[in-house]
């Protein structure tokens, strides 16, 4: 095998650049670019590839999306991936697809399955799942278990993994209606872990973020600054998340002594914003100055959609009105304020669960692992006369 390494190598990759106003995603721009090198002959079979850091590096991309790239050439047959070596340029002829013909031989490559409930394809274009994903092929990195990632609802569950007896899953944010799936998993006593949600007496191990306390966080926070007056904007009330944070954020208000109006309690219908009829209902509720002088919101989207909101209104955030989010995506690293956030331990939790499920040992283990606030620019004192 030749390494990819001399300045002649890659050339090919300085001289390429990502168009960023074009339509096509970028990870399809880098695939295409690295299909042109190999089929150029300027990449010889044989070839090892720079790792995905220097390729996302000289191409200014994210890891994810160079990681994104060369799964899809990896799963065309044009590359092929060592788990612990690198990536190379498969040698002529192309391999054919491993199969196992007995169960020892497909015990040799454990297999960790990732199960979502959004179609795998639209994994890289989520930040939430992808630093679950980075986490966990860091934490099993050193050892033979190789990844895959599928969509499979609950009510398939059982009867896929009695397909595959040998492999393990981690099933990341399941929803409310996958309980039953994930119950039959627990009674059945097989090999899965649930990440992301919490969802009780299931029978499955579970690593997930407090997302109670994380709601508390938030509250308190606000309550400091000398808010009374707090709302709660969400979405998405089929997630043990969503639920989890709704009962901490009331919880907690009524812990400090505080009432919560159930009008102040706001499902957006939307997780990547506010649902066009909520955000009408939203707008008169600021423009009014009859609502609360600071809003948490359950999701980094719905945040987004929440100062999008108030700048529409000519609302200056924090002067007139505070916000909190959960989570702090590259969407959100160039909003104005900088927002204040709850930040879960997302590599952190990918790790833990990887670990988990790969051992031979899975008694209940069910870990909600803390947030912590960080304090930006979205937050202040309430405006005054609403001390």
């Known amino acids: 095998m030749t390494v990819i390494n001399g300045p002649g190598e890659l050339l090919v990759l300085s001289k390429q650049k990502i168009d960023r106003s074009s339509p096509l995603p970028r990870h399809a721009q880098l695939k295409a670019i690295l299909l042109s090198a190999i089929s150029s002959g300027e990449w010889q079979p044989g070839m090892k590839l720079p790792a995905e850091t220097e390729i996302a590096r000289m191409l200014n991309v994210s890891k994810m999306t160079a990681n994104r790239a060369l799964t899809d050439l990896a799963t065309e047959g044009v590359l092929v991936r060592e788990l612990g070596i690198g990536t190379f340029v498969v040698e002529p002829p192309v391999p054919a697809p491993r199969t196992y013909h007995n169960r020892a031989a497909r015990r040799a490559q454990r297999v960790l399955r990732i ?10 274009d989520n930040e939430y799942l992808c630093s679950l994903l980075l986490a966990i092929r860091t934490a099993l990195s050193p050892t033979d278990a190789v990844i895959q990632i599928s969509q499979i609802p609950g009510n398939n569950y059982v009867q896929l993994l009695d397909e595959n007896p040998d492999e393990r899953w981690v099933i990341i944010a399941p929803l409310k209606h996958d309980i039953d799936g994930l119950k039959a998993l627990g009674r059945a ?3 899965a872990v649930v990440l992301g949600a919490s ?31 707090i709302g709660l904007l969400f979405a998405d009330p089929e997630s043990s998340n969503t639920i989890d944070r709704v009962t901490g954020f009331q919880s907690t208000m009524e812990a400090c002594g505080l009432s919560t109006n159930s ?43 929440l100062l999008e909101l108030a700048g529409e209104l000519g609302l200056c955030v924090p002067k007139d009105l505070s916000i909190i989010g959960f ?11 900088a927002l204040t956030t709850v930040c879960q331990p997302l590599a952190a939790m990918g790790a833990s669960a990887a670990l988990l499920v790969m051992t031979s040992q899975l008694e209940l283990v069910n870990h909600q692992l803390k947030c912590t606030l960080a304090v930006r620019e979205s937050t202040n004192v309430p405006p005054a006369g609403q001390r």
Do not use: C, Q
Not at 219 to 227: I, Q
Not at 271 to 297: E, F, Q
Not at 327 to 337: F, G, K, Q, W
């Open 327 to 337: 989570d702090y995506p590259t969407a959100l690293a160039n909003s104005h304020p």
């Open 189 to 191: 006593r097989r090999g």
């Open 199 to 229: 969802w009780p007496n299931v029978g499955l191990s579970s690593i997930d973020s407090d997302n109670r306390g994380g709601a508390a966080l938030a509250v308190h926070h606000l309550v400091n600054l000398g808010h009374r007056s």
């Open 263 to 305: 009008e102040f309690i706001v499902d957006a219908h939307d997780d990547m914003g506010i649902r066009p009829d909520v955000k009408h209902d939203m707008a008169a509720m600021l423009s009014s100055g009859s609502g609360p002088t600071a809003w948490i919101a359950a999701g980094p989207y719905v945040a987004m959609g």
């Open 115 to 124: 199960v979502t409930d959004g179609p795998a394809a639209n994994v890289a």
